[in-house]
């Protein structure tokens, strides 16, 4: 595939720059994944669906994205074809309507392959160790726990952890998601059975009341995603609700392959 190669690339953005630290910041970052001009766009071998490392730039300002073209997107016999950078952009809402930040900022746009995701990259210290990170910090990992079955996470793998250069956790490859059937897939079953903290739930609360009462909330979810799987969300929210318990695995296909 042909790319722009010409341009050099010299990042502005500090070194001790926090992705999505705050809402202005992430908002900022929406705006300059929308807007900036994509100088290359690198292929990344890994993974099925064709994924893109891009250099762009705007108004000075060059940084690196995600891109993740609907072209690109290999067909699934449990997934609307077409649809995988839809969820995407629809679990990064969730995320920020949940308040969590979980997700690098993420947008949807036209790129060199047309109409696909594209999400901010975040420069990484390496690869995040599972046994590490839950000596290091349970309350992410739990957090994430729970929003992967708020958002009926397919695959969840150990590599879709990444630890910034300052040390926060995100998570990433979000294209499995919301489907109307129970299909939780992940390698966070460490807490399965256990009571979901307060705080967590106080959040879910909030969000199942924004589902309710935030027309645009629901407008932009609805052109993502179909109205029957906006539904098993909100199901899923009440269940959850009802009794705030991590679920256990139903099967041996509740952890995904491979495993990172």
């Avoid at 998570?171 to 897939?185: E, M, Q, S, Y």
């Avoid at 009571?195 to 969000?207: E, G, S």
């Avoid at 899923?236 to 995904?256: A, D, G, T, W, Y």
Wanted: net charge neutral; aromatic share 10%.
């Amino acid at each position: 595939m042909k790319k722009d190669s010409e341009t050099e690339f010299d990042s502005n953005i500090p070194d001790s720059y926090t992705p999505g630290s705050d809402r202005a910041a992430t908002a900022r970052e929406c705006d300059l994944l929308q807007r900036a001009e994509i100088k290359s766009y690198d292929l990344m071998f890994s993974g099925s669906n064709y994924v893109f490392l891009t250099e762009m730039v705007k108004n000075g300002t060059r940084f690196k994205g995600i891109y993740k073209p609907r072209q690109g997107e290999a067909p699934l016999w449990d997934f609307p074809d077409g649809t995988l950078y839809k969820r995407e952009y629809a679990a990064f809402i969730i995320s920020q309507a949940l308040e969590w930040h979980l997700i690098p900022s993420t947008i949807i746009r036209e790129g060199p392959y047309g109409i696909g995701s594209m999400q901010w990259f975040v420069e990484t210290a390496g690869r995040v160790r599972h046994h590490s990170e839950m000596a290091r910090d349970l309350t992410v990992l739990k957090q994430v726990a729970v929003f992967d079955f708020l958002t009926n996470n397919a695959d969840r793998k150990a590599s879709h952890f990444l630890e910034g250069t300052d040390g926060r956790l995100w998570v990433v490859d979000h294209g499995l998601t919301f489907n109307t059937v129970p299909k939780l897939r992940t390698v966070l079953w460490d807490f399965a059975g256990q009571i979901v903290p307060k705080k967590l739930m106080n959040d879910v609360r909030t969000l199942q009341s924004k589902l309710r009462k935030e027309t645009q909330l629901r407008e932009d979810l609805h052109q993502l995603l179909e109205e029957q799987e906006v539904e098993a969300m909100e199901f899923r929210i009440k269940r959850l609700i009802e009794k705030p318990v991590f679920s256990h695995p139903q099967s041996h296909r509740s952890v995904p392959w491979p495993w990172i």
